[in-house]
């Protein structure tokens, strides 16, 4: 048996249709979507993130407008961007890159965006509106892996979940997204500490792996007809991207598996471009 292969890229696609439509929808009504991205020093991988996020951006009319600051940039500085982007009511949404270069704070920084305009959902007040079950920014890889699973109609309700990592970034907010009254799953989160970590994702319908470790997860991990999203994204040796699962000996156990490149990376700018249309939606 041969999974079936969970397109992240086609998914992505048809939620930057329905963006573009949005966005189209609000510049009839005289509305128009801006996007505000901030990079703080010279990363080059960082760079490149926000020139895809911004290229996303244009490609469905979200308008974008670049800050820059200097690596050497104080934390003071970095806050008092942010104020004074939170107070500008042509924009509607916020990216800050992270993370900041070292010697800044990136959840102090988080912690001044305007929680109206935090598109990553990365706010202690958008992640705490997941725990009360209530509508706010959910963050964008989380909800992306919520999206491939909605498009391919996976059953969630009642199904048991084991997600692999409790950042705050991915498995965490996906843990309790996945929880919450109208997803229903069964939920549990695995992590460095697990014992026997084989035993615990062997008991998964759906199974998430977000750790960051190259093609951790094998076949020994994964029950015969579970489904499986791999969140990693690592570069080898010889430059090439693998998951934190081995797909090939997974693939052949999975009833479906999202593919490394093109399952989740893709959702990952469709959601934020998706989260920005709804900033701009929702009346301040
Ligand atoms: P992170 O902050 O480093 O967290 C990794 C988590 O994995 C931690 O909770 C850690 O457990 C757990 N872990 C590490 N080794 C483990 C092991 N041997 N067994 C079980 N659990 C283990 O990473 P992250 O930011 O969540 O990212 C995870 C992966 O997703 C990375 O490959 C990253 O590049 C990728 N990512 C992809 C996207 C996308 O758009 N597709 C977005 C974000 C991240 P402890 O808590 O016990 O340390």
Redesign the pocket.
Known sequence: MSAQVLDGKAVAAQVLQETRERVAALNDSGKTTTLATVLVGDDPASAAYVRSKRRRAAEVGIRSVHHQLGADSSQEQVVGLIGEINEDSGVDGILLQLPLPKGLDDQGATLTIDPSKDVDGLHPFNLGMIVLDRPGFAP??PS?CLRILEHYQVPLSGANVVV????F???RPLALLMASRGIDATVTI?????AD?AEVTRRADVLVV????PE?VTDQHVRAGAVVID????RTESGSLV??VHYESVSKVAQAITPVPG???P??VAMLMSNTARASEIPL
Not at 164 to 167: A, D, K, L, T
Request: hydrophobic share 40%; proline share 0%.
């Open positions: 964008c890889t992306g692999v990592g409790r950042s970034l991915v498995g695995a992590h460095s500490r697990t970590l977000a750790v960051g470790r951790m969140v990693g994204i690592n998951g934190d399952g989740v990376g959702m990952t």
